[in-house]
């Protein structure tokens, strides 16, 4: 082999050695780069299922928040819905009391709202046809029982000619309370189901059972769940 020949052979090794070296370099770089773009994957794809598992528990979450929520009203409507039912069935009960039991009632409604003794007294249409002459007779009656030992008792206190005068007063008025009936029934009727309304002048108070027990549901509408819920 001359010299030109063993230069050529020895251009070709180191070019093959070279070569070698660049290929080894190749794939471990790119054996590098596959193992980095494989780490890289894994953590994206543990990243994407954490974010997955926490997005479905966030969902889970509300879901069951929403759920209780609903209970809630739910449970609150039937707890509603109870105590409605137990205030309907006492306005029925009222209703349904003898003539003479209802009649008393009314009166006593009347004695409680008067104000001056002047008023009148409104019933709905079949109310005033059956006991409207009872509810105004035993509301006057109560009046009368109501005033005279008051006004009777003050007039004792005070001698004299005073106290005379004082007690015919008294007895006056009591008289008047007794036989001219200073409540009055109207000749007009309301619409509701059952109770009253007093009217002098401008100026009415409602008694109606409806407006009664919805005051008296809304003051003891807590006493009344705890009775129905304990």
Not at 55 to 65: C, G, H, P
Not at 75 to 104: H, M, N, R, T, V
Not at 158 to 184: D, I
Not at 190 to 204: C, F, I, K, P, W
């Amino acid at each position: 082999m001359n010299g030109i020949e063993k230069i050529t052979a020895r251009i070709k090794k180191d070019a093959g050695a070279e070569a070698e070296a660049i290929r080894r370099e190749g794939e471990e770089r790119a054996a590098s780069i596959r193992a980095g773009y494989k780490a890289q994957a894994e953590e994206n794809a543990k990243a994407a299922a954490q974010a997955g598992k926490e997005a479905a528990k966030r969902q889970e979450e509300r879901l069951v928040s929403a759920a209780q929520m609903d209970a809630k009203k739910l449970l609150l409507a039937a707890k509603q819905a109870c105590i409605d039912e137990a205030f309907d069935k006492a306005q029925s009960k009222l209703l349904a009391l003898p003539d003479g039991e209802y009649a008393e009632l009314l009166a006593k409604l009347a004695v409680k709202a008067a104000k001056t003794g002047k008023e009148e007294i409104l019933l709905n249409a079949r109310d005033r046809e059956r006991v409207g002459s009872q509810v105004a007779a035993k509301a006057n009656a109560m009046l009368a029982e109501a005033v005279k030992p008051e006004a009777a008792e003050k007039a004792g206190k005070v001698g004299g000619r005073a106290g005379a005068v004082l007690s015919a007063v008294v007895t006056g008025a009591s008289a008047l309370l007794q036989g001219t009936a200073q409540l009055t029934l109207s000749q007009e009727t309301r619409e509701m189901a059952g109770g009253l309304t007093l009217r002098d002048g401008n100026v009415e108070v409602n008694c109606a059972f409806e407006t009664q027990l919805r005051v008296l549901r809304e003051e003891m509408a807590a006493e009344v769940a705890g009775i129905l819920f304990p």
